[in-house]
């Protein structure tokens, strides 16, 4: 299972259809950008498993709300979703050349312009963790609890932990090396 199959599982369509909306994309193009993000998002998520990230990332599930994204999808054209987002990245990615390098590569991967993808970068993280908290609370066991988010987080990245011809290891080189 990846990202996009994820927020579809979720009922997060109404939610890509106004993202898609919102970026002056057709819903198809859209959930291509989702597809090529998903890689270095599940990753991001993946590496929240060791440490304290595992903690927050939890408590985020629990308590942040994020399911809104997917329960209301007008959201998805918000300033504070894209606000949100940022603050998901920024836990996921650490800097934001991360991020900035994600989203170049994503551009390259779809041939959508880089300023696009960097402005619907936050709202796909948001969506990303609207369909996780969703998940994890539809579970029958709850994925806030520690196998359980540990297990949803192995399914989307097929239990491996690689993340394919997007490695978000690579983005991260590629950020440490301008500093």
Do not use: C, W
């Amino acid at each position: 299972m990846d990202l996009t199959d994820l927020i579809k599982m979720a009922g997060g369509q109404d939610s890509v259809g106004k993202l898609a909306d919102s970026l002056g994309l057709d819903t198809s193009k859209a959930a291509d950008l989702i597809g090529a993000l998903s890689p270095a998002l599940t990753r991001g998520l993946e590496k929240q498993k060791s440490g304290n990230g595992f903690d927050g990332l939890r408590d985020a599930l629990a308590g942040g709300n994020h399911q809104k994204y997917i329960d209301q999808p007008e959201l998805m054209q918000e300033q504070a979703t894209r606000d949100d987002g940022n603050k998901i990245l920024g836990h996921l990615f650490g800097k934001k050349e991360v991020s900035r390098n994600v989203a170049a590569k994503a551009a390259d991967k779809t041939g959508l312009d880089t300023s696009l993808v960097k402005r619907a970068l936050p709202m796909i993280a948001g969506l990303a963790m609207a369909a996780l908290s969703k998940k994890s609370n539809t579970a029958s066991s709850p994925a806030t609890s520690g196998g359980g988010l540990s297990d949803l987080l192995g399914s989307l990245t097929g239990g491996s932990g690689s993340d394919g011809d997007f490695g978000l290891d690579d983005v991260i080189g590629m950020a440490k090396k301008l500093f």
